[in-house]
């Protein structure tokens, strides 16, 4: 064993310095000041254009989204909510003709945007609000985009309930779940709520199923579609946004029925919105004057980007500088460069003063790409590293930035039409930018369109 080990030391030995020579000379090219180069390009200025948000979806969300938006800049949004209803358990009630409702409340809980905590904002007007609730007149299960959502899914002549409520004072409010097994009936309480008070026609009408009908939710829901939730324009200009959550609202029947003693029982069903639910966001945006006229004359001068199926940018590369990054035999030596960092810059247009944490600018944007068929794909470096693409909004300098080396990189190894069919997206069609959150707020951002730039540093090889 120890001469088998003795012999492949010497064997070693003997190959290093054999290749001593060689090994120097390469050790000399990697080492050497020309070998390689790092180059800090010149900054490249994107173009951008505003146009409208068509692509944004905004149903099927955890949140929905009610009230409206009052901003100078943009305009006005208004917005309103599509939910489900579900049944916890069977709710089924004999003999409904002779029940009778004592009340029915939808309560849900109220998350207001951060300005109306602001202490000066009270002074500009009143947070009363006046909700309407309507009941849905088709089923919403399989509608794709909210735009497909028009007077005829209900009557907005005929609302089951509507209140007005102080979104300074919200309710502590406490249910008891009734089980089946009445040994885990159980309260909860929940703080931060707005109760509205529907008519008991519209209980009833909940309680009138037949057996089949509350046996599962897809049979519940073949009859009983769900509500509209709005809020009614006001005349103050203080924002009244605020929140329906899934799992934090509840719609309670409370009536009376006889038993088979000829006594009367206290009872109440449950139709909850949960995350089951389908819900769906439905924004109506009215721009100003300013906002309109950027999108029909392509105006790149400020760039308005919403979210609420709003306003999106299209942001797109110096055709002749795009062209000269792809792979071809004139800048064959291009391909071997190792791209250190690509960053697109993007500054915010915003009034000195204001404090982006009272505002409703987005806090995170993201870039998307479009592939050769018009349809929108997300870019190498989201895929790779959500974190290191960034997108987040740089307050202090109020600034958006996104890393895209990755995407850069593999632009340079490829020719066009192979990079295009490799990774699906074609570059020419531009970067859509718009609110990560654009599917369940309608958060805007102004900006500068005429200093975008695109920082790229490679090591030259």
Known sequence: MKKGVLLLAVVIVISLFSCKDN??????????????????????KLTGVTETDETSNTNNVLTGFIGELKDVNFG?????????????NNVFVKDVDKVTIDSVCFDFKVKLKSSLYDSLTYEKGKLNRKIKIFSLKKDISNIKRSSELDDSFYDKADAVGESIIDLRKLDTISYRMRYSDKSKNKTFTYK???????????GKYLLSGNETDYTSQKAFLKKFFGLVISSEESADDVDGLFALYANASILTVHYRQTNSEGKQDTLFSPFMVNSNSMIINKFNHVHT????????????????????????AIL?????????????????????????????????????????RLSHIPIHMVLLGYNTKNEIVPLIDYLTSKSFFDGELDEKNM?????????????????????????????SKGLMLVPDNRRISPSRVMLDGKNINLKVTYTKL
Do not use: H, M, W
């Open 316 to 356: 797109k590369f110096p055709e002749d500088y795009l062209n000269s990054l792809y792979f071809s035999k004139e800048n064959e030596k291009q391909s071997t460069n190792i791209i250190n960092k690509a960053q697109i810059e993007i500054p915010v247009v915003y009034p000195d003063g204001v404090d982006v």
């Open 399 to 427: 600034v958006y930035r996104f890393n895209i080396a990755r995407l850069i990189q593999q632009v340079i190894r490829y020719k066009k039409d192979d990079f295009q069919e490799l990774y699906k997206i074609d570059l």
């Open 192 to 202: 931060g709520y707005a109760r509205i008070k529907l008519t008991n026609e519209y």
């Open 23 to 44: 090994n120097s000379e390469i050790a000399k090219d990697i080492l050497k000041d020309d070998a390689s180069t790092i180059v800090v390009d010149s900054p490249r």
């Open 76 to 88: 006005e949004s208004y917005a309103s909510c599509f939910s489900q209803l579900r049944i916890p």
């Open 289 to 312: 004057a300013t906002v309109k006229d950027a999108i029909t004359n392509q105006s790149s001068e400020k760039l308005y980007v919403e979210g609420g199926g709003g306003l999106k």
